[in-house]
């Protein structure tokens, strides 16, 4: 079986982040870049597959800077087979559409029977990127999984939701996405990290893929304006004077809330 990990190099979420003000994209040098914490669970449920099924390819594919290859041999120290970087100065503030149709074109490039993802990155958070992979590639895709069973032929898991636990599944090849739900991502040991340099490690760019990042035929998300968010502001103290209830349900009832 092959299975594919989408992971992402993220800034350090103990770490300070903010936006770059003038492109509107995220200052990378905010603080200490990390593979994302949600893809590192979702390796594991990669390898984890892998060690009770000998001959299992775990390949992890990665759109990021040049700089981000120590992230991403991260994973390789974990247990992934091989990866595939994509590597492109137009990928640089890539929309959700954009990113979605490089990664399902590097997918596509490996080939595989089930691709793992994270449910949404901490650095973004849109959580869409899944879902558009998985209807580029045009297979099933279940999202949000709290658990995940793979058997040679579907894959099945839960998704918890306000209105219970449903219970998914679908034929492969298909296309998953887990949450932190799913259990942490093994430590690298200093074998997995030595190993990891000689594990194949493919670099390729948006052409490679047979991607146009400046298509103007294509729609894309543009960045109209970026502010720095306002500092906080005094909240409202309300002195008990025997009468502490009346204010306060008055204050409620001024903001809508009762």
């Not at 700089?67 to 390789?76: E, G, P, V």
Request: glycine letters at 10%; aromatic letters at 2%; one cysteine or more.
């Amino acid at each position: 079986m092959k299975i594919v990990v989408l992971i992402k190099e993220v800034p350090d979420t103990w770490g300070e982040r903010r936006l770059d003000l003038e492109t509107g994209l995220t200052d990378r040098g905010a603080s200490a870049a990390v593979l994302d914490e949600i893809d590192e669970r979702a390796v594991e449920v990669a390898l984890a597959h892998a060690d009770a099924h000998p001959g299992t390819e775990v390949t992890v594919v990665a759109m990021a800077p040049a700089s981000a290859t120590a992230t991403i041999r991260k994973a390789l120290a974990m247990g992934a087979t091989g990866a595939v970087h994509v590597v492109d100065d137009a990928l640089r503030g890539a929309d959700a559409l954009l990113t979605a149709e490089v990664l399902a074109a590097a997918i596509r490039r490996v080939g595989f029977d089930l691709v793992i993802t994270g449910n949404l990155s901490t650095d973004g958070g849109g959580g869409v990127v899944p879902a558009m992979v998985a209807e580029m590639l045009g297979v099933p895709q279940l999202t949000s999984l709290s658990s995940v069973e793979i058997s040679d032929a579907a894959v099945a898991g839960h998704r918890v939701s306000d209105a219970g636990t449903m219970c998914v599944s679908a034929p492969l090849p298909a296309v998953v996405s887990v949450t932190e739900a799913l259990g942490e991502g093994r430590f690298a040991t200093f074998k997995g990290i030595m190993a990891a340099k000689k594990k194949p490690y493919e670099t390729v760019d948006a052409a490679a893929l047979g991607v146009d990042a400046d298509d103007p035929a294509v729609a894309r998300y543009i960045m109209l304006s970026v502010a720095e968010r306002p500092p906080r502001t005094a909240g409202i103290k309300i002195v008990d004077e025997g009468d502490a209830g009346e204010k306060l349900a008055a204050f409620l009832v001024a903001e809508g809330v009762a």
